[in-house]
């Protein structure tokens, strides 16, 4: 094998120009594998395990006003496994960088924090004191745009009163992964953050002392969510609930999932399209080679190698433009995966967000292109190993020629000699894979005088 071995070299180095291509094409598929793909799998991983640390919640419900007492009756609902009350509101804000307003979501925190759902991860500072009623903590990217650091004031009004707040940290929440103004459908740091302000201190300044407006709640794994929704809405129906909604309908988490299904899709649809390419390209490349190698391959069944041996060596042939496609893929996609999984850090914000290298995708990646590559060098394989060599020893019968659709309605004679030759081709080989006429086919035939074909007309 030895002597098929230098073969091979000699012909990748003789195709290098169609190797390359082939190789560029492998190369975008196996990349974008890696860059999608590991993309989707790095942000799910720290999605989840961001939910996990910090008890995202299953069920939200807005209402009008109710009492503290109402919340063992939630806690009752069967299917309900945790559940807290809280008091939300939007307020005015007064940020010395902008010009107009700012808007600020306030929500109220407790200090019981191994019981709270959606838990704060502070970025920076403290948590804020209960005996402190003019403490808050504001979101991290709302303080980065305002350059805000613990220390420093902000100015709210809050239930028609103006009050000067101390900012003692800032944090991220799960609930705010994305989070965008009232109305809108972009982030905007610099005029909307999130402000979590102790429960003693948040509630009496709206008039909610011993109430609550809003309540969010996790679920036992087999509970029945649509019942317990159900029963959530009847319940708060006289406290004025505006109806209860899933983690599915929760604006962050269903941007970022839908986030996360589109690069999902892209990953295995954009590989798919370009492995496909790349296997037609590897048919056409080899089954010119084949034909332009007949007596080459004569000559090796001629001196006893199998069909085994032969087929094997030209399906190397596609294997090493998979190969040099893998490792310039498996570079490139390394490299774009972590600055894709870098740019959607800069709008969902998670407490620990890097690309992960998955080895098991890549050599995924890597065994469906050779698959695919294999696929398509197929068919040319399979002629390779059914040439006799004594047949193969002549020179390839050209095809048959007879008038086509454009030649009997006579759109031929408005082309030049070129668009004539080009148009006869596309009729004969619609999909540049017709199969080749035996010898006694050929002997049986008449040729026309205007046969395109060099090797008729010479004959």
Request: aromatic share 8%; proline share 6%; charged share 20%.
């Amino acid at each position: 094998m030895r002597a098929l071995n230098r073969k091979l070299l000699r012909d990748a180095w003789k195709h290098r120009g169609q190797m390359l291509s082939i190789a560029a094409v492998v190369s975008v598929g196996i990349m974008t594998v890696l860059t999608m793909r590991g993309a989707y799998e790095s942000l799910s991983s720290s999605q989840a395990q961001y939910y996990r640390d910090t008890r995202f919640p299953d069920v939200w419900v807005r209402l009008e006003r109710a009492p503290e007492s109402l919340r063992g009756r939630i806690a009752a609902i069967p299917g309900v496994s945790a559940v807290n009350t809280r008091v939300t509101l939007v307020a005015t804000l007064d940020v010395p960088s902008v010009d107009v307003p700012a808007l600020g979501y306030f929500v109220s925190v407790t200090d019981d924090r191994g019981a709270t759902l959606s838990d704060l991860h502070l970025s920076a500072g403290r948590f804020v004191s209960p005996r402190r009623r003019d403490e808050v903590v504001v979101s991290d990217k709302f303080a980065i745009a305002n350059a805000f650091v613990p220390g420093d004031t902000l100015r709210a009004v809050i239930n028609g009163r103006q009050r000067d707040l101390q900012i003692v940290g800032t944090a991220i929440s799960p609930e705010y992964t994305y989070a965008v103004p009232p109305g809108a459908i972009y982030p905007d740091d610099q005029r909307f953050g999130i402000v979590w302000m102790h429960r003693d201190a948040l509630g009496p300044a709206y008039d909610m002392a011993g109430a609550f407006n809003e309540v969010v709640l996790t679920l036992s794994p087999r509970a029945d969510t649509a019942r317990v929704v159900a029963q959530l809405d009847r319940l708060l129906e006289p406290y004025g609930g505006l109806g209860a909604y899933t983690r599915m309908d929760q604006p962050s988490h269903f941007i970022l999932a839908g986030e996360l299904n589109q690069v999902r899709s892209m990953g295995t649809m954009i590989p798919a399209v370009f492995l496909t390419v790349a296997a037609f390209l590897l048919n056409i490349v080899l089954g010119r080679m084949i034909a332009t190698q007949r007596t080459e391959v004569a000559v090796l069944k001629a001196f006893g190698y199998s069909d085994l041996e032969v087929g094997r060596h030209y399906l190397q042939f596609a294997l090493v433009a998979v190969l040099l496609g893998a490792l310039i893929g498996i570079a490139m996609g390394s490299w774009l995966g972590q600055s894709m999984v870098g740019l959607y850090g800069e709008f969902f914000t998670f407490p620990t967000l890097r690309y992960e290298f998955s080895w098991i995708l890549a050599v995924l990646a890597v065994g469906v292109s050779a698959l695919a590559a294999a696929a398509g060098a197929l068919g040319a394989v399979r002629r390779a190993v059914a040439l006799p060599p004594a047949e193969a020893m002549r020179p390839e019968p050209p095809t048959s020629f007879r008038p086509g659709v454009f030649e009997r309605l006579g759109l031929g004679r408005l082309l030049p000699v070129a668009g004539r030759l080009i148009l006869r081709n596309v009729e004969r080989t619609p999909c540049a894979a017709s199969p080749r006429p035996s010898a006694s086919a050929f002997r049986s035939r008449s040729w026309s005088s205007g046969c395109s074909c060099s090797t008729a007309c010479n004959t």
